[in-house]
């Protein structure tokens, strides 16, 4: 057992034998000379600290650092490779003060004895106690063990020191203060050991700065040895600091002599290579479905986002059907593709953490994320351009619709225009007698009541052609120059109409005949002639409509109009009996009738004709209403016939996820026992695939007949596509998450009833049974298991650093996965690149590189191979042809550089 000061007595009384013995503690702490307090103080802060940076920590005041016993305790597992019992966080004087005692503990349990040294002085930042102690920790864990030829400790390292600088000239170890002055000392061990790094012979003793200067400069850059010394302190001082000086030596001994098992350092790199080559091949399967998966959604997605019209109907159905086979037969595989992705992923991540590397972080655009963001862009774009086509194709079937009222309207408007111009222009007035003036004005008169008749159907014409602009028809050009062609025939007869009439008022002075049977014929059989033409226009009229409302209003209009027809055949019958009268007059005045009304076109045989020919188009407009109403009786079936199923089908899908949220956050049985469990719903669940489909076929015979809503249900297709597949993904990742909780169990060696606490642990502060813990559930979560993550800036940074381990994409949310990983993490020790790099250095005999023909001796022939192909030409200054860098490669295996 090591006791500090006698220790200190002892090496100081066999040089000089003049100081004081052990018996006050408190006098013999204050004669430390200041110069080796000092030389102390830097060698044992960067002994620390060689060992200390193997935690990603270092100190910096050795007597404050070590204070509250955390970075103590770190120490003393670094170096002894044992777990120390778990620190306490808070900060109060009495949990440093139990963490420098465990500390304290530890040391006394590898059977040294502390003297004097308690946990309060170094609480208090006693410099002289916390040097002393860290003198303790090195002579039991860097030189205690040290033995050459029976010899140990202090001894054995001197005789160690003997031994290899005896060869070298002006060089005499007797002891560890003066003997090292001149620094040739340190030069001799490092040339035996290493003769390209040093010119031993242009040394000269004489230049003590520069040989000591030569010698830590070389051990800090090749030999990984920090510098521990000043060189002005060591020659400027009378006798240097011997534990300062013993600690420094040490290290150099621990360097040179690590010849250890070669046959453990390359089981070790097999094992990490075998690990890194399985994880690589599951990289690249990744990638590659990932590239396919998203080079299948870039190629389709521009022709789901196509929104460039065809001009036919029978082309938009075309495209409605090729979307449907898409929906059929194309996107189902890419669904489970993507699925299948999202599993490998989380399986690959969990072999990561479990080999203690770093997360897998795919290709720039092909991470989940990624991947999910685009099939979010390709499902908007479905869906956008499923509305798109069921809209083309109202906006298309309106359009026909338009285009053959306006051709009808116009077709009827151009019979009627023709010879009007010819009519107009005549000079038939010139000559006519007095009557035939009069008759001439009263038929102008009747015919510019005819055509103010006509100038609805005019501006009709016109609003439709409009209308086909606006909704962007095909054939508008057409449209446009035919209406262009009625409007400017209609202006030209409205300018030659006003011009006829100026001509037959300057004549009529001279003719005043009037007779009034013949115009007062006319006056009533042109509006009723009109009447009749409008009557057979609107019998032939074509409609559209999409409920049985609408054809029912139709049917009541068109019984109405019906009711108007006695009250026509009235007006007939007095028409023509005017006409009959006329025909009375002039066989009883023995008139000649020139046998043509003077006043109107309208016969008595074309008013009969026009009528019988209403009669007939009467009932065939029953017919088609009848017809249409039949029509929407059978689209409403359908609607109600979709409505049933789809009604029973999204409550089912809600259901089930439901029951999957219920199972993936219960307890029952072991992990096995819900891995079966989920299995046997995912069978029920595919199981139910038939009412899905014939809930398509119902869809698609709605969508055939062209119904765009169904007041009867809440779900659409849509609704039902999107729960589907929602349903199969969650019940996949589910089964995916339990699968790798069994793997996380096997591989860290987590009994059930140790998942079972974990997952009572998670579930009680998973308020909203979400399966995820937020950042202030989690920290709840941890303070309820003991770690110090309070809201003090000690226990936040705990927390967050614990933070970067379970969710180091920053998500925000924990879970259960991540939650045990983050669990077994805490009690599994695993390799690391500082292990791998030691295990290389000590295959390549100590070097600072490797050479294939040694990667070849050492190592299987595959994983000899995959180390030559991957290790990059080493460029330190010792190198030498064919020389391979072994500390970037480790590095890369664990993530901390690239590869």
Same mark, same amino acid.
């Given at each position: 057992?090591?006791?500090?000061?006698?220790?200190?007595?002892?090496?100081? $009384?066999?040089?000089?034998?003049?100081?004081?013995?052990?018996?006050?503690?408190?006098?013999? /702490?204050?004669?430390?000379?200041?110069?080796?307090?000092? $030389?102390?103080?830097?060698?044992?802060?960067?002994?620390? %600290?060689?060992?200390?940076?193997?935690?990603?920590?270092?100190?910096?005041?050795?007597?404050?650092?070590?204070?509250?016993?955390?970075?103590?305790?770190?120490?003393?597992?670094?170096?002894?490779?044992?777990?120390?019992?778990?620190?306490?966080?808070?900060?109060?004087?009495?949990?440093?003060?139990?963490?420098?005692?465990?500390?304290?503990?530890?040391?006394?349990?590898?059977?040294?004895?502390?003297?004097?040294?308690?946990?309060?002085?170094?609480?208090?930042?006693?410099?002289?106690?916390?040097?002393?102690?860290?003198?303790?920790?090195?002579?039991?864990?860097?030189?205690?063990?040290?033995?050459?030829?029976?010899?140990?400790?202090?001894?054995?390292?001197?005789?160690?020191?003997?031994?290899?600088?005896?060869?070298?000239?002006?060089?005499?170890?007797?002891?560890?203060?003066?003997?090292?002055?001149?620094?040739?000392?340190?030069?001799?061990?490092?040339?035996?050991?290493?003769?390209?790094?040093? /010119?031993?012979?242009?040394?000269?003793?004489?230049?003590?700065?520069?040989?000591?200067?030569?010698?830590?400069?070389?051990?800090?850059?090749?030999? /990984?040895?920090?510098?521990?010394?000043?060189?002005?302190?060591?020659?400027?001082?009378?006798?240097?600091?011997?534990?300062?000086?013993?600690?420094?030596?040490?290290?150099?001994?621990?360097?040179?002599?690590?010849?250890?098992?070669?046959?453990?350092?390359?089981?070790?790199?097999?094992?990490?290579?075998?690990?890194?080559?399985?994880?690589?091949?599951?990289?690249?399967?990744?990638?590659?479905?990932?590239?396919?998966?998203?080079?299948?959604?870039?190629?389709?997605?521009?022709?789901?986002?196509?929104?460039?019209?065809?001009?036919?109907?029978?082309?938009?159905?075309?495209?409605?059907?090729?979307?449907?086979?898409?929906?059929?037969?194309?996107?189902?595989?890419?669904?489970?593709?993507?699925?299948?992705?999202?599993?490998?992923?989380?399986?690959?991540?969990?072999?990561?953490?479990?080999?203690?590397?770093?997360?897998?972080?795919?290709?720039?655009? @092909?991470?989940?994320?990624?991947?999910?963001?685009?099939?979010?862009?390709?499902?908007?774009?479905?869906?956008?351009?499923?509305?798109?086509?069921?809209?083309?194709?109202?906006?298309?079937?309106?359009?026909?619709?338009?285009?053959?009222?306006?051709?009808?309207?116009?077709?009827?408007?151009?019979?009627?225009?023709?010879?009007?111009?010819?009519?107009?222009?005549? @000079?038939?007035?010139?000559?006519?007698?007095?009557?035939?003036?009069?008759?001439?004005?009263? @038929?102008?008169?009747?015919?510019?009541?005819?055509?103010?008749?006509?100038?609805?159907?005019?501006?009709?014409?016109?609003?439709?052609? +409009?209308?086909?602009?606006?909704?962007?028809?095909?054939?508008?050009?057409?449209?446009?120059?035919?209406?262009?062609?009625?409007?400017?025939?209609?202006?030209?007869?409205?300018?030659?109409?006003?011009?006829?009439?100026?001509?037959?008022?300057?004549?009529?002075?001279?003719?005043?005949?009037?007779?009034?049977?013949?115009?007062?014929?006319?006056?009533?059989?042109?509006?009723?002639?009109?009447?009749?033409?409008?009557?057979?226009?609107?019998?032939?009229?074509?409609?559209?409509?999409?409920?049985?409302?609408?054809?029912?209003?139709?049917?009541?209009?068109?019984?109405?109009?019906?009711?108007?027809?006695?009250?026509?055949?009235?007006?007939?019958?007095?028409?023509?009996?005017?006409?009959?009268?006329?025909?009375?007059?002039?066989?009883?005045?023995?008139?000649?009738?020139?046998?043509?009304?003077?006043?109107?076109?309208?016969?008595? +045989?074309?008013? %009969?004709?026009?009528?019988?020919?209403?009669?007939?188009?009467?009932?065939?407009?029953?017919?088609?209403?009848?017809?249409?109403?039949?029509?929407?009786?059978?689209?409403?079936?359908?609607?109600?016939?979709?409505?049933?199923?789809?009604?029973?089908?999204?409550?089912?899908? $809600?259901?089930?996820?439901?029951?999957?949220?219920?199972?993936?956050?219960?307890?029952?049985?072991?992990?096995?026992?819900?891995?079966?469990?989920?299995?046997?719903?995912?069978?029920?669940?595919?199981?139910?695939?038939?009412?899905?489909? @014939?809930?398509?076929?119902?869809?698609?015979?709605?969508?055939?007949?062209?119904?765009?809503?169904?007041?009867?249900?809440?779900?659409?297709?849509?609704?039902?596509?999107?729960?589907?597949?929602?349903?199969?993904?969650?019940?996949?990742?589910?089964?995916?998450?339990?699968?790798?909780?069994?793997?996380?169990?096997?591989?860290?060696?987590?009994?059930?009833?140790?998942?079972?606490?974990?997952?009572?642990?998670?579930?009680?502060?998973?308020? /909203?049974?979400?399966?995820?813990?937020?950042?202030?559930?989690?920290?709840?979560?941890?303070?309820?298991?003991?770690?110090?993550?309070?809201?003090?800036?000690?226990?936040?940074?705990?927390?967050?650093?614990?933070?970067?381990?379970?969710?180091?994409?920053?998500?925000?949310?924990?879970?259960?996965?991540?939650?045990?990983?983050?669990?077994?993490?805490?009690?599994?020790?695993?390799?690391?690149?500082? $292990?791998?790099?030691?295990?290389?250095?000590?295959?390549?005999?100590?070097?600072?590189?490797?050479?294939?023909?040694?990667?070849?001796?050492?190592?299987?022939?595959?994983?000899?191979?995959?180390?030559?192909?991957?290790?990059?030409?080493? +460029?330190?200054?010792?190198?030498?042809?064919?020389?391979?860098?072994?500390?970037?490669?480790?590095?890369?295996?664990?993530?901390?550089?690239?590869?």
């Amino acid at each position: 057992m090591v006791d500090y000061h006698e220790t200190n007595s002892q090496m100081q $009384q066999g040089n000089h034998g003049d100081y004081m013995q052990p018996e006050d503690d408190w006098d013999r /702490d204050l004669l430390l000379d200041p110069a080796w307090e000092r $030389q102390q103080r830097k060698t044992f802060t960067a002994w620390c %600290n060689s060992h200390l940076r193997k935690a990603g920590t270092q100190i910096e005041v050795i007597e404050e650092d070590f204070r509250d016993g955390l970075k103590l305790m770190l120490l003393l597992e670094v170096i002894s490779g044992e777990r120390l019992p778990k620190p306490e966080r808070g900060k109060m004087r009495v949990h440093k003060i139990n963490n420098v005692n465990k500390a304290l503990d530890f040391i006394a349990s590898k059977g040294v004895k502390l003297v004097s040294i308690g946990a309060e002085e170094i609480v208090d930042g006693n410099a002289k106690m916390t040097l002393g102690m860290i003198w303790t920790i090195i002579l039991r864990f860097a030189i205690q063990d040290i033995s050459v030829e029976e010899t140990s400790a202090k001894e054995g390292l001197l005789l160690w020191c003997q031994r290899k600088t005896a060869p070298y000239k002006n060089v005499n170890v007797q002891n560890f203060h003066i003997s090292w002055k001149d620094g040739l000392a340190f030069n001799a061990l490092i040339h035996r050991h290493r003769p390209e790094l040093i /010119d031993y012979d242009k040394l000269r003793k004489d230049d003590p700065l520069t040989n000591l200067n030569n010698a830590f400069e070389v051990a800090e850059k090749y030999l /990984d040895i920090p510098k521990m010394l000043d060189a002005e302190d060591i020659v400027g001082t009378l006798r240097p600091d011997e534990k300062a000086i013993m600690t420094y030596v040490s290290c150099y001994y621990h360097a040179f002599s690590g010849a250890q098992k070669a046959e453990t350092a390359a089981n070790r790199i097999c094992k990490v290579l075998a690990v890194n080559q399985e994880n690589e091949h599951l990289m690249e399967d990744y990638e590659k479905l990932a590239s396919d998966l998203l080079e299948w959604i870039r190629q389709t997605k521009p022709w789901l986002e196509n929104r460039e019209p065809e001009k036919t109907m029978q082309a938009m159905q075309q495209k409605l059907e090729d979307f449907r086979d898409y929906r059929r037969v194309h996107k189902p595989p890419k669904v489970q593709e993507k699925c299948q992705l999202e599993i490998n992923f989380n399986t690959l991540q969990t072999k990561l953490r479990l080999s203690n590397r770093p997360a897998f972080m795919p290709s720039e655009g @092909k991470m989940i994320s990624d991947i999910n963001n685009a099939w979010q862009g390709l499902e908007q774009a479905e869906k956008g351009y499923e509305e798109w086509l069921l809209n083309e194709i109202r906006r298309l079937e309106r359009l026909d619709h338009l285009a053959e009222k306006f051709r009808q309207k116009a077709s009827i408007h151009e019979d009627w225009t023709t010879d009007k111009e010819v009519m107009l222009t005549q @000079k038939d007035y010139e000559t006519a007698a007095l009557a035939d003036i009069k008759a001439l004005l009263k @038929k102008h008169e009747a015919f510019e009541s005819d055509l103010a008749a006509h100038q609805d159907r005019v501006e009709q014409i016109a609003a439709i052609a +409009q209308e086909l602009n606006d909704l962007d028809y095909y054939d508008s050009p057409n449209v446009n120059a035919r209406c262009q062609t009625i409007c400017d025939h209609w202006d030209t007869l409205g300018s030659l109409t006003q011009s006829r009439r100026d001509a037959l008022e300057r004549t009529e002075k001279l003719q005043e005949t009037i007779d009034q049977l013949y115009l007062e014929y006319a006056k009533r059989a042109a509006p009723f002639n009109n009447w009749m033409e409008g009557a057979m226009e609107d019998l032939q009229d074509m409609f559209i409509v999409h409920t049985t409302e609408e054809i029912q209003g139709l049917i009541a209009a068109h019984e109405q109009f019906k009711a108007t027809l006695p009250d026509a055949d009235k007006e007939r019958e007095a028409i023509l009996g005017i006409h009959n009268e006329m025909m009375k007059i002039a066989q009883s005045y023995d008139i000649k009738l020139s046998g043509v009304n003077p006043y109107t076109s309208i016969t008595s +045989q074309s008013i %009969n004709d026009k009528w019988n020919n209403v009669q007939q188009l009467v009932p065939a407009r029953d017919q088609a209403l009848q017809a249409e109403f039949n029509k929407q009786q059978s689209n409403e079936n359908l609607r109600e016939q979709f409505a049933n199923a789809a009604n029973v089908v999204g409550p089912w899908i $809600q259901t089930k996820m439901k029951e999957i949220g219920r199972i993936s956050i219960e307890m029952h049985g072991t992990l096995e026992d819900q891995l079966n469990q989920l299995k046997q719903y995912e069978d029920s669940i595919i199981n139910y695939k038939p009412n899905i489909d @014939k809930l398509e076929q119902d869809h698609q015979l709605i969508q055939e007949a062209l119904i765009f809503d169904n007041k009867h249900t809440n779900y659409t297709m849509e609704h039902i596509r999107v729960g589907w597949e929602q349903l199969l993904t969650t019940i996949a990742r589910t089964i995916n998450e339990v699968e790798n909780q069994i793997l996380t169990r096997d591989a860290k060696g987590i009994s059930q009833e140790q998942l079972n606490e974990f997952r009572s642990s998670f579930n009680h502060f998973d308020k /909203d049974h979400s399966g995820k813990l937020g950042p202030e559930e989690f920290k709840a979560c941890l303070i309820s298991l003991g770690y110090d993550v309070g809201n003090d800036q000690q226990g936040e940074a705990e927390f967050t650093r614990i933070m970067g381990v379970v969710a180091p994409n920053n998500t925000q949310e924990i879970s259960f996965q991540a939650f045990i990983d983050f669990m077994s993490q805490e009690t599994t020790d695993t390799d690391t690149a500082e $292990q791998v790099m030691a295990s290389f250095k000590i295959l390549a005999g100590d070097k600072n590189f490797i050479t294939a023909d040694e990667l070849r001796r050492e190592l299987p022939p595959d994983q000899a191979d995959y180390c030559i192909a991957r290790m990059a030409p080493y +460029q330190g200054p010792d190198t030498v042809p064919g020389a391979l860098d072994y500390m970037s490669f480790s590095t890369a295996l664990y993530g901390e550089s690239d590869l």
